[in-house]
């Protein structure tokens, strides 16, 4: 029996066989939690399926769910709310950009459609979301949780306005944490390393970052999405009931790196 048995999640935000969101449910459902899941168009929902299928979990439980739109948010817990009588989990696996937003300078780059765009669907849909499951979470001291990059922190190139979209999404689980932590429900972030996944293949210029983290990072490589599924699993378990309100790098130690030299 793994140490998530009897939760129920919610995982919005698969993609692809290599999101970070898939690597979250498979962690998930090695450790025995029951997985519900999102997807954002007809495109998807056959990856997702076969993701639900393949982890064992019931292919009935996956909802529509633009995040841009409060309607499809309030119907994918109106959806749920019939088969299951709580959830324990919410995971927000969720960020965008328009493409031009995410190549060259920010200055240049940075217009007013873009910027909204890029807040309203990375950072206020965690807002929205967790406002919709919290009658659902109610007395089942839950756990919330958020994917976040280093550039809400740090200047990275090409980046631009996401790192203030990831910035926004940090003090939305604080203020979240705050908010809701009364009512036993905890929420908090991972700041993942370089991923090779569908939404990172946006960003000019990722595969230098690829190449820089593996050169620059103390542990000399990239993450996983394995590992970064791993730490998903014990944030959102009660072996972490006393952890809320921050965020957990998996990044193979980049974060601390202020500056690096080549080895030669």
Not at 92 to 119: C, D, K, M, Y
């Amino acid at each position: 029996m793994g140490f998530m048995a009897g939760k129920r999640a919610l995982i919005v935000g698969v993609a692809s066989d290599r999101s970070i969101a898939t690597g979250i449910a498979e962690a998930f459902a090695r450790e025995g939690a029951e997985i519900a899941f999102t997807y954002q168009n007809d495109k998807l929902k056959s990856r997702v399926e076969k993701l639900a299928s393949r982890l064992g979990q019931n292919t009935d439980l996956l909802f529509p769910c633009d995040v841009s739109s409060d309607d499809e948010i309030d119907a994918v817990f109106s959806g749920l709310s019939k088969s299951w009588d709580k959830l324990d989990v919410l995971v927000h696996s969720v960020g965008f950009a328009p493409r031009e937003q995410l190549e060259g300078g920010f200055t240049n780059a940075v217009t007013r459609e873009g910027f909204r765009i890029s807040h309203d669907i990375s950072s206020y849909s965690l807002a929205a979301l967790a406002k919709a499951a919290q009658p659902m979470m109610q007395d089942t001291n839950g756990s919330i949780l958020a994917m976040t990059y280093n550039a809400a922190t740090q200047v990275v190139p090409n980046y631009n306005v996401m790192g203030l979209a990831k910035a926004s999404l940090e003090s939305c689980v604080r203020f979240l944490a705050a908010d809701l932590g009364p009512q036993g429900i905890r929420v908090n972030a991972i700041s993942a390393g370089a991923v090779k996944t569908l939404a990172a293949a946006g960003i000019g210029g990722f595969r230098k970052m690829l190449a820089y983290a593996e050169k620059s990072a103390p542990l000399r490589r990239t993450v996983t999405i394995e590992e970064i599924g791993n730490t998903a699993a014990f944030l959102c378990s009660d072996l972490a009931s006393g952890i809320t309100g921050g965020t957990t790098f998996v990044d193979a130690g980049s974060n601390i790196m202020g500056m690096v030299f080549d080895e030669d």
